[in-house]
C-alpha cells in the first residue's frame, strides 16, 4: 500500500508537470503564430486582400468541407490536395513565368540553364523575404509577385465555383461544383490559402531559412528543405527510444513479480444478477453495432471515390452523397461508437462493483442513452444538410459540420454532448461510491475508473474553447487536446483500468498486483502521452520548440509497447485458467488483439511517422491513414468490442449467445484489417513518400500522383481485405441481431439486495 500511494503521488507530480509544459507551449504558439495581415498588397498600392478576408476565407474553407476536403498544413483528408503545398507550388511557378517572359520574351521552359538558374534563385529569395509589416499589418508583394497571386486567385474562385473547364479536377478532388456558392467566400478562400502558404515559406523575423511551419511542405523551388533541428531531434528521439526500451526490459527483468492467483473453481459472475440499470445499458450496445455497420458502409464509399471522384460504380451517388459528408460520417461514427461502448461499459460495471444500485440510477442511464442518440442523429443530419445546402459558416460553426476531423459537429451539439458526459459522470460516481468508500484491495483500481471518467467529461471541454474566429494554429493546438488527450490518453487509461478490474472480479489477477501495475503504468502512459500531444504540431505553424518536445516524448509514448507482448500472453494463458473461463474467451481473445495492434498500429507504423525528419515527409499521406485505421479499430475498436462482449454475455440469454458467430467475426475483422493496411494503405504510401521526398508535397498529393494507375491499383486492393473486414462486421451484427431476438434474460433478483462481487 505504502508503494502504491508513492505511486499515485508520482502520477499527480507528472500530471501537473507535464500539463504546466503544455500550456506554456501554448501560450508560446498563441504568440508566435504566423500573423494574420490586415491586408496584403503590392509595392504600387494595389489591394489584393483587404482586412478580414483571410479569417472569413478559413471560416468559409470550414464551411465547405474543411479538414474533409483536402488539408491545410497536412491535416485532413487525403484525396484532394494539401491546399497549402498545392498554392505553393503554382505560386511559384506562376511566378518564374512571369519574370522569364518579362526578361526574356520566352517561357521559362524555353530558356538555358543559366537563365533558368537565375530566375530560380530570384525565386527563393523573393519568397522567403518576410515583407510583413508588424505596425500597420500589411504584407507587401512586388508587382510580379501580386500578377501570380491573382492568378492563382481565379484558378481557386473557378475550382470552388463552376468554372466548367475545372470539372476534371473537381471530379479527381471528390468536389461537387458550387462548393461555395457565395462570390465574396471565394475570393476570400483565396486569401486564407495564400495566407498559408505564405506562412509556409517566409522566413520568421530574425531567422534565416525557417518560415512559420518550419519549412513544411516540402518544396525544393522555393528553398523549403528540413530544418537541422528537424533532422537532430530525430535522431535524439530515435536514440532516447532505444534507450527507454532497454531500460523497461532491464526494469522488468529484474522486478519480482507476484504470479496469478489460483483462478476460482468455478465463475464468480456466474450468479450475478443485473440490476434495473445494468440491463438498460443493453441497448447501448447494439446502437454501437449499428454505428459499426454506419461507419463502416461510409467507409467504403469514400475509398470508392479516390477512384470515380463523384460516383459509386457509376450511381451519381456524389449529389446526396458527396464526399465531405461520407467521411466526416466516417470519421465521427468511428469516435463515437467507440467511445459508446466504453460508457455503457462503465455504467454497467459500477452497480456490479459496490454492489449497489442508486435511486433512479436507470432512469438516468435511459435518459443519457436517448439525449445521446439525440446528438448522434441531430448531429449528423444537420451537418449533411448543411453541406448539401451550402448554409455557410454560421450554421456550420454552430449546427451543422465544423470541417475539423474526428471533431466535425457543430458548437450546439457539442456543448450537449459534453453536459451529456458530465451527465455519465454523475451515473457512473453514484454507482461507485459505496465501492470508494470501503476499504478494499481494488480501492485504488476503482479510484482510477473514476478519475479517468473525470477526466473523459472533463476535457470534453477542450472542444468548446476555440471560437468561430480563432487563429488556425490555436484550433489545431485545442483540437489535439481532444483527439489525442481525450480519445487516445484518457479514454485508454479508463478502458485498461475496466480491464484490470474485470480480470480481477474473475479471480485472474490479484487485485494489489493490478493496482499498482494501473498506476505504474498510467504514470508510464501520461508521462510520455501529455507533452506526445506536440508530435501533431510539429508544422502547423508553432515554434520550433514545439519539435523538440513533441518528438522527444512521442518517442517515449512507444517505450510501454515494448512488453506488450509480455501481456498479451499473459491475458492468452488466463483465458484457459480455467473450464469457466472459456465463457469468456472471445472478450479475452479481443484485449488481445489490442495489444497486437498497439504494438503493429500504434507502435510499429505510429513511429514510422511520428519523428519529425519521418513527418516532414509523410504527414498527409497514406502511411498516416494506415496508421490511422490499424491504431483506432486495432486497438481501440477491438477493446470496446471485447467490453461489449463481456457486458452482453451478463445481459442475454446464454442460449442465444453463439460462439460460431464470434470465432469468424474475431478472426475477419482482425484478417480483414491487417490486409487493408498492409496491401492497400501502406504501400500507398510508401509510393507517396517517395513522390513527396523526390519532388515535394504538393506532388504526392497530385491528382497526377494520387488518380495514377499504381494509385488507383492500390484502391481496388482494399477490396478484399473489405470483403473480409465485412464478414466480420455483418457476424457481430448476426451475433446481436439473435440476442435481440432472443429477447432479455431473465432478470431475477437485483444485486442491490445482494452483495457486490468479490475481488
Known sequence: MHATRKLWTWLAVICVLSFAVLGWVGSEIYVKAPPIPNQVASTQGEVLFSAGQVQRGQEAWLSAGGQQLGTVWGHGAYLAPDWSADWLHREALALREIWAQRDYRKSFGQLDAGQQGRLNALLKVEMRRNTYDAASGVITLSP???????????????????????DKLREQYAMNANSLPD????????????WSAWSATTDRPGDTDLSYTSNWPHEPLVGNTPTAGTGIWSIASVLLMIAAIAAMIFFHATSKEQGDPTPPKADPLFDLKPTPSMRATRKYFFVVIGLILAQVGMGVITAHYAVEGKSFFGFPLAEVLPYVVSRTIHTQFAVLWIATAWLATGLYIAPAISGHEPKYQKLGVNVLFYALLFIVVGSTVTGWLGTLQHLGSNFGFWVGNQGLEYTSMGRVWQILLFIGLLFWVTLLGRGLLPALKKPSESRGLIAMVFLAALCIGGFYATSLVWGQHTHYSIIEYWRWWLVHLWVEGFFEVFATAVIALLFTRLGLIHAATANAAIVLETMVFLFAGILGTLHHLYFTGTPTS???????FSALEVVPLAMI?????????????????QAY??????FIAVGFWNVVG?????????TPIALYYMQGMNLTAAHGHAALFGVYGMLGIGLL????????SPAAWSDRLLQPMFWSLNIGLGMMVFISLVPAGIYQAWASITRGVWYARSAEVVHSRLMETFVWLRVPGDIVFSIGVFCLALFAWRLLAAGRRAPGKAISTGRPIKA
Open 183 to 194: 462570390p465574396a467566400d471565394r475570393q476570400a478562400l483565396a486569401a486564407f490559402f495564400f
Open 645 to 652: 462482449l463481456f457486458c452482453l454475455r451478463g445481459l442475454s
Open 585 to 590: 474467451k472471445w472478450p479475452i481473445l479481443c
Open 602 to 610: 500504434a507502435g510499429v507504423l505510429g513511429f514510422s511517422v511520428n
Open 546 to 552: 514545439v519539435i523538440a518536445i513533441g518528438s522527444m
Open 565 to 581: 507482448g509480455i501481456e498479451a500472453w499473459r491475458n492468452y494463458q488466463r483465458s484457459k485458467a480455467a473450464p469457466w473461463v
Open 144 to 166: 510580379e509577385r501580386a500578377e501570380a497571386v491573382q492568378q492563382l486567385a481565379r484558378h481557386y474562385e473557378g475550382l470552388f465555383g463552376e468554372a466548367p473547364a475545372l
